[in-house]
């Protein structure tokens, strides 16, 4: 006896009674999610005639036979059809063939073509599905004439052996129906976290804009900020776009300042009004001072979240703010030092103080030239002044040396990359 069954093997397949009466043909399979990793059948649907089409549920615990045909108990009177195809939580058809997975241990996005189940006492737990081009095959009947022709034209092709199988656990579906809803198992949203969020974003580069969102409405609130970090600005756009006010509020809260205004920048001016109202008054403050800034200047591309301390600190304490702010946006390997009126004095970093003694004053830690930009300094002043220092970080001063925030290389070349590629595609 097979254990195993593939959903294209009995999708169609006749529906009998105890007295071998067809009620119909298998249409479609409803699955129990619960909290089980892999889902177990609940009902069969029926579909009946072929121009006024009829739809039955069936609950699996009437399946006596699950061989050429399906045999049920009872009889065809106990049956009721209906018009309407009836709705559960997850049925295969509607809501995993054809859609778009990702598959969590190759960390790509996917299209279902098949389903494999294990069969135990003529009950079905799918556990895996098939995204391999014979899964399409199988699926569209061809499997005995392609089948046979690779065997002999190419008997030792891979198409042969290897099976583009992946576990249902290791799965997420994007989308119920084509709707904005998501299918959430713990399990899946847990190996989900566990994809570095520049991976995360480049699959869904792939997705359209619902599934997109279903993608991210589905992660982790902590791995939601890292993956919309990550992100292009227009495909940014497309996710506020979907969101309500409050959550794009929330959102914008929770990013680094400069990406925050990055997205503003591209935004309508009523969008950028309305979001500025419902964040917290202190972000938006900040954001409202670097909006005001050139773009391409020092002031347009520095963040404000950094790590300072005060000029009596010691290397313990510099020590205890890193521990704290490890899960931060801040860029944590480097301190600075500031007076009452929050003027730069100096700055130092993780590799001057790591195997100082606690009690050491953290000003006798600095580096000894004080480096800066000023906020209304330009692309190739930052760009220099990070190179002649082979500096990651560099603070932003205003003209009363007041430490207004930090631009990191990262942000250097991202706005360089961005310069050339437009002056690149003039010449084209």
């Known amino acids: 006896m097979d254990l195993f069954i593939f959903f294209s093997e009995i999708l169609g397949r006749k ?5 071998n009466v067809c009620i119909g ?39 006596k ?23 559960y939580e997850l049925t295969l058809c509607l809501d995993v063939l054809d859609q778009q997975v990702v598959d969590m241990d190759d960390q790509k996005v996917v299209r279902v073509n098949d389903v494999s189940f294990l069969k135990v006492d003529n009950y ?20 005995q004439t392609i089948d046979g022709m690779v065997k002999a034209f190419f008997p030792k092709s891979e198409y042969l052996t290897k099976e583009d199988f992946i576990p249902w656990k290791n799965t997420q579906v994007l989308t119920l129906g084509r709707t904005k809803n ?12 566990q994809i570095p969020s520049a991976e995360l974003a480049e699959i869904m580069e792939d997705l359209d804009i619902f599934e997109k969102y279903s993608l991210f409405k589905s992660l982790e609130s902590s791995v939601q900020l890292k993956v919309f970090s990550d992100l292009s600005t227009p495909e940014q756009e497309e996710i506020v776009d979907q969101m309500s006010d409050q959550e794009a ?7 680094p300042s400069d990406d925050a205004v990055d997205l503003l920048l591209n935004l309508p001016k009523e969008k950028i009004s309305t979001l500025m109202r419902v964040m917290g008054t202190k972000k938006s403050k900040k954001l409202r001072e670097l909006l005001d800034f050139e773009r391409d200047s020092a002031g347009g591309l520095m963040t404000t979240e950094y790590l300072f301390l005060p000029k009596n600190a010691l290397v313990k304490d510099a020590m205890k703010k890193i521990q704290d702010n490890v899960e931060s946006s801040a860029n944590i390997y480097h301190i600075y030092i500031i007076d009452d009126q929050h003027k730069l004095l100096g700055t130092t970093s993780l590799r001057n103080f790591i195997n100082e003694d606690s009690w050491t004053p953290i000003l006798d830690t600095c580096y000894p030239k004080k480096v800066f930009v000023r906020t209304d300094d330009g692309m190739e002043e930052i760009a220099l002044l990070l190179e002649k220092y082979k500096f990651s970080v560099v603070p932003v001063l205003d003209e009363q040396d007041i430490l207004k925030g930090v631009i990191t290389i990262d942000d250097v070349l991202e706005e360089l990359i961005s310069i050339a590629w437009g002056k690149y595609k003039e010449k084209l």
């Open 25 to 63: 043909t298998l249409s479609d399979i409803g699955m129990n999610l619960g909290k089980d990793v892999y889902p177990k059948s609940t009902y069969l649907v029926v579909k009946r005639g072929f121009w006024g089409k009829r739809f039955a549920q069936v609950s699996w615990d009437k399946v």
């Open 15 to 19: 529906v009998i009674d105890q007295d």
């Open 124 to 143: 079905l737990y799918m556990a895996h599905v098939d995204v391999g081009t014979r899964g399409l095959v199988r699926r569209l009947g061809w499997s």
């Open 249 to 255: 509020g929330k959102l914008l809260e929770n990013i």
């Open 182 to 193: 998501v299918l959430r198992l713990n399990i899946a949203k847990q190996k989900l976290s």
């Open 65 to 87: 036979e699950l061989n050429k045909v399906i045999k049920i108990s009872g009889d065809i009177s106990e049956i009721q059809y209906q018009k309407q195809r009836p709705v």
